[in-house]
């Protein structure tokens, strides 16, 4: 089974780009992979598993800019296919 590096938060914002509020928000919405309890004793530490992390931003819909040839329904469309 491959080893997965665990991140720490500071880590997932620089590879997301997200804000802490954001990704809390988007973990509660069930759209962001939920962290592991890395504490013990009442100790709030926590960590992600990169591979999820790597996961979840190959997910990530692409954004074709408006004007390049495709309107943004059509990009929409294509993106869901």
Same mark, same amino acid.
């Given at each position: 089974?491959?080893?997965?590096?665990?991140?720490?938060?500071?880590?997932?914002?620089?590879?997301?780009?997200?804000?802490?509020?954001?990704?809390?928000?988007? +973990?509660? @919405?069930?759209?962001?992979?939920? %962290?592991?309890?890395?504490?013990? &004793?009442?100790? #709030? /530490?926590?960590?992600?598993?990169?591979?999820? +992390?790597? @996961?979840?931003?190959?997910?990530? %819909?692409?954004?074709?800019?408006? &004007?390049?040839? #495709? /309107?943004?329904?059509?990009?929409?469309?294509?993106?869901? @296919?």
């Amino acid at each position: 089974m491959p080893t997965s590096s665990i991140l720490r938060f500071a880590q997932v914002r620089e590879k997301t780009g997200l804000s802490r509020a954001t990704v809390y928000r988007r +973990i509660r @919405a069930g759209t962001f992979p939920a %962290p592991l309890d890395l504490g013990e &004793g009442g100790n #709030r /530490s926590l960590g992600w598993l990169e591979d999820e +992390i790597d @996961a979840w931003i190959t997910d990530r %819909p692409r954004v074709v800019p408006q &004007g390049h040839g #495709r /309107s943004k329904a059509e990009a929409i469309a294509a993106s869901a @296919a």
